[in-house]
C-alpha cells in the first residue's frame, strides 16, 4: 500500500511561489505594499437631455471643482436643425491656459453628429470648469441632446504625452 505524501508536490510548491510573486508584483506596482487602502472615487455628475443653441456661443456649462486629480468627460450629440451645414466646435477647459480638449465637427443639414471630450486636470485648490460649443454666427439653431459632464475623481494622476 502507498502512503500519501505530507510534502507538497515540487508542482504545488511552484504554484504557491508562483502566486506569491504575482501578489508581491502587484503590490509594487501598486506603489508601496504597506500604503494605506486607496480611498474611493468621487463622482461629480452634470446633464441637460436638450439644450437649444442659437447664438453664437451655446448655453453651456460652468463650475467649480474641489482639490485633486480629476478625469473629466463630457458628452452629447448635436443635431443641426438647418438646411446648411455648420462647423461645429465644443470645448472643455480647466481654466485659462491649463488643461482641456477640444472637438470640432462639420454637422450637414439636418443631421447629428456625437461630440466626445476628454480632459485630466490635478487642482492644486479649488478650480473651474467649463463647458461650452460655438457656430458661427448666424447659422441654423443646434439641439445639444444628451448633454453629460461627469468629473471622477481619483487617487492620482499621471498624464503624460506618448513620446
Known amino acids: 500500500m502507498t502512503m500519501p505524501s505530507t510534502a507538497p508536490s515540487r508542482r504545488r510548491r511552484g504554484l504557491r511561489l508562483s502566486a506569491l510573486a504575482v501578489v508581491a508584483a502587484g503590490a509594487l506596482l501598486a506603489g508601496n505594499a504597506n500604503s494605506a487602502e486607496a480611498v474611493p472615487p468621487e463622482v461629480i455628475s452634470r446633464w441637460d437631455n436638450e439644450i437649444v443653441h442659437s447664438n453664437a456661443l451655446s448655453p453651456g456649462f460652468s ?21 446648411s451645414a ?22 450637414a443639414p439636418h443631421s447629428r453628429h456625437s461630440i466626445f471630450l476628454n ?10 470648469l467649463s ?8 447659422a441654423p439653431q443646434v439641439l445639444m ?7 471622477v475623481k481619483v487617487n492620482t494622476l499621471d498624464n503624460q504625452p506618448f513620446g
Not at 64 to 83: F, M, R, S, V, W
Request: hydrophobic share 30%; aromatic share 8%; charged share 10%.
Open 63 to 83: 463650475g467649480l471643482l474641489g482639490t485633486g486629480a480629476y478625469t473629466i468627460t463630457a458628452k452629447l450629440y448635436a443635431e443641426n436643425t438647418g438646411a
Open 86 to 107: 455648420i462647423n461645429y466646435l465644443c470645448t472643455i477647459g480647466t481654466g485659462p491656459n491649463s488643461d482641456g480638449d477640444i472637438t470640432e465637427v462639420t454637422l
Open 119 to 128: 480632459v485630466v486636470h490635478n487642482y492644486p485648490s479649488t478650480g473651474p
Open 131 to 138: 463647458f461650452a460649443c460655438t457656430k458661427p454666427a448666424g
Open 145 to 151: 441632446r444628451q448633454v453629460k459632464i461627469t468629473a
